[in-house]
């Protein structure tokens, strides 16, 4: 894995999860760490606690993404603490388990605006900051590949993120600064986010007998990934999905 020294990152969503797990593995790996936080301070401090602990440097940021004007107030704050952002992690998001009939359009907005909205606004505003050879990586879901009823909303928005991030790499002004765009794609994550179908356990069975590898993974798993794709390895991959979902929907179930 190619050494981060030097670099700054930062991660949305870091307070928990997957998002704090990258926090602390970008950390670990040379990496200055902006961890974004939106009302879970406790968690952003913990996580900056536990860098801290570990020999790295990192400092909180906090944004209410389904808020108008969010993202540049972010980086606002973000200039008072950094010069500039080599790596950006879109992981920051909401889910909402419920079908179409009794989903309101209220929540999907705020789905829209929280999981792709700000993504995109995000970048919009960070472009200036975000320094040549930079890396975006934005957190997809195996709901924008695989056909999830109960989660259709969030499935529309992690599909947005998916050709976001085709289309953001293939952009001269993106490419032609050597700037890569990546997304990783996780499936059933032991997070605080799949609770409801990491810890009831006939969901569970469901969710992993769809998968070659019937496991949950950890965040620190995903983190991994991501690491990769922040890397100097990875330089030349850009405008991909990467698949870390354990082989979900390889194939037919109950065989």
């Known amino acids: 894995m190619g050494d981060l020294t030097?670099?700054?990152?930062?991660?949305?969503?870091?307070?928990?999860g997957i998002g704090a797990a990258t926090a602390k593995r970008l950390a670990r790996d040379g990496a200055r760490v902006a961890v974004h936080y939106c009302g879970n301070e406790q968690g952003a401090q913990q996580t900056v606690a536990a860098i801290k602990e570990a020999g790295g440097t990192a400092f909180t940021l906090q944004a209410d993404f389904a808020q108008p004007g969010a993202t540049e107030s972010l980086w606002n704050a973000y200039d008072r603490k950094a010069d500039g952002v080599d790596i950006i992690v879109n992981n920051a998001?909401?889910?909402?388990?419920?079908?179409?009939?009794e989903t309101?359009?209220?929540e999907v907005r705020l789905l829209f605006q929280v999981n792709a909205e700000a993504p995109y606004f995000l970048i919009r505003h960070g472009l200036s900051r975000l320094r040549d050879h930079g890396r975006i990586i934005n957190l997809s879901s195996v709901a924008a590949s695989v056909a999830l009823p109960f989660e259709l909303a969030y499935s529309m928005t992690k599909a947005t993120?998916?050709?976001?991030?085709?289309?953001l790499a293939w952009d001269r002004a993106i490419a032609g600064r050597h700037?890569?765009?990546?997304?990783?794609?996780?499936?059933?994550?032991?997070?605080?986010?799949?609770a409801y179908l990491v810890h009831v356990p006939q969901r569970f069975?469901?969710?992993?007998?769809?998968?070659?590898?019937?496991?949950?993974a950890q965040p620190e798993e995903m983190a991994a990934v991501v690491a990769f794709l922040a890397s100097e390895d990875a330089r030349f991959i850009t405008?991909?999905?990467?698949?870390a979902t354990g082989g979900t929907g390889l194939g037919p179930t109950g065989l």
């Open 6 to 16: 030097g670099k700054v990152a930062l991660v949305t969503g870091a307070s928990r």
């Open 161 to 167: 993120m998916d050709i976001f991030t085709k289309t």
């Open 239 to 243: 405008g991909h999905i990467v698949d």
């Open 104 to 106: 309101s359009e209220e």
């Open 205 to 216: 069975e469901w969710a992993t007998s769809q998968a070659a590898v019937q496991a949950a």
């Open 93 to 101: 998001g909401i889910a909402l388990p419920k079908p179409i009939t």
């Open 179 to 194: 700037i890569t765009v990546n997304a990783v794609r996780p499936s059933l994550v032991d997070t605080d986010m799949a």
